[in-house]
């Protein structure tokens, strides 16, 4: 008798490839670094090792305009020059306006302090506990890890410390201090890791450092912020997934800025991570000039989801010192989530906040869909512009702003009066 999968019948699987590779990436790498296999692309050391760091090596890829050359050239201190060779080759070699070379090369609008800026607006170093440490809501703490990130972006929030050394540099002996202390406060039971990028951290010593968090009986799940997966998504290996599928629960809030950066191989990243079964929320700064526009915003919300990425927050520009270039108006971020909430699915809504600088927190942010109230109706506007009536006995919410008329009209869409 024949068996259909005899071994006679069976051939060789073929080796798939560490990592998948986009015709863009190939054809960047063999344009660029034409010595390199697509083995030494896919992995994430070597992409470390040929990250692109300074002027000469930049120049090689981006013919630069005079004020970026310039912005380069004077740069010293934290936040310094650096971009992944797979991230370079997104960025438009002519064109300056490019939203995501204008999010990674300097300019001259970074030395340029306005009122109201600060080196650390949110007032991290305020409620730092232990070096590396903060802990400004009661049941919640900020790991910063690591100083280091793959990619700088130039709007950091924490512009004053990543890439830079000295009181910033982070070491085993330092996370064991922060984790005494979250042991020592029983309080704390979810902790956030970031930095700089925890992603960039070795798997030993980042399992290292969850397996202890994880020991703490009190810690009911973690969180991991990382723009990894999206500038350096080689490092979403299997071994890393993994380890991480270990220390459930664990979330990961991704850093994506702008639809062209949702590629082959960052729908590859995050597909590993969310098989993993970790939930992927997206964190998004509204960026003028870069996604401020509804129709960019949206193209960038309905990507996330199809890469299984929740968006979560759309956060107002933190104002770093020299971020002016990069700031639009609040009113900006709540015509946007207008012009997304209801006119696609709410999981495409992402909540807009204000982080409020001297450390007063988020503070989420809608636009305003109370138009008044009737007696014991609350008057509501929906997406469209109709309004409708909510029979709310008892409530005192739109009071101040009372009808005009004993029974005003309310309309639906399509400016039919409703009763």
């Known amino acids: ?227 990894v997966p999206v500038v350096l998504p080689q490092r979403i290996t299997r071994d890393l997934t993994r380890m991480l599928r270990r220390y459930h629960p664990l979330w990961m809030s991704i850093h994506l800025a702008h639809p062209d950066e949702l590629t082959l191989e960052v729908a590859e990243s995050t597909a590993r991570l969310a098989d993993a079964g970790i939930p992927l929320h997206a964190q998004t700064v509204l960026l003028k000039g870069i996604n401020d526009d509804l129709s960019v915003m949206k193209q960038l919300m309905h990507g996330m989801l199809k890469c299984r990425i929740r968006p979560y927050y759309l956060y107002a520009c933190d104002p770093i010192s020299g971020s002016t270039h990069f700031r639009t108006t609040v009113e900006k971020g709540l015509e946007i989530i207008a012009g997304l909430r209801g006119h696609t699915t709410g999981y495409a809504t992402p909540t807009f906040v204000v982080d409020a600088p001297g450390g007063g927190g988020k503070v989420p942010l809608l636009p305003n869909f109370v138009v008044g109230r009737d007696g014991d109706d609350l008057l509501l506007r929906n997406f469209e512009g109709g309004i409708y009536r909510y029979p709310d006995p008892g409530g005192r919410l739109g009071s101040e702003r009372p009808a005009s008329g004993a029974h005003p009209a309310t309309t639906n869409a399509h400016g039919e009066e409703l009763p």
């Open 1 to 227: 008798m024949a068996y259909p999968f005899s071994e006679r019948a069976v051939r060789p699987r073929a080796r798939r490839p560490a990592f998948p590779e986009s015709s863009r990436s190939k054809a960047f790498r063999r344009r660029f670094w034409p010595d390199a296999t697509a083995a030494d692309w896919s992995d994430w050391r070597w992409q470390l090792q040929h990250r692109i760091r300074d002027l000469p090596t930049l120049e090689k890829f981006i013919c630069l305009s005079d004020d970026e050359r310039r912005a380069i050239a004077r740069h010293t201190g934290p936040l310094p020059l650096g971009i992944t060779p797979y991230y370079v080759s997104l960025i438009s070699e002519n064109d300056a306006t490019q939203p995501l070379r204008r999010t990674h090369i300097p300019v001259n609008g970074e030395y340029l302090r306005t009122t109201g800026e600060a080196y650390d607006p949110l007032g991290e170093d305020h409620d730092t506990v232990v070096p590396g440490l903060v802990h400004r809501y009661p049941d919640r703490v900020l790991f910063l890890a690591t100083g280091f990130c793959s990619t700088y972006c130039r709007y950091c929030t924490r512009s004053r410390m990543v890439g830079g050394s000295g009181e910033y540099t982070f070491s085993v002996p330092q996370w064991q201090r922060a984790i005494d202390y979250i042991a020592a406060n029983p309080q704390i039971r979810d902790v956030l890791l970031s930095g700089g990028d925890p992603l960039t951290i070795a798997t030993d010593k980042l399992e290292w450092l969850l397996s202890r968090l994880r020991a703490i009986s009190h810690v009911e799940f973690l969180r991991i912020g990382t723009k």
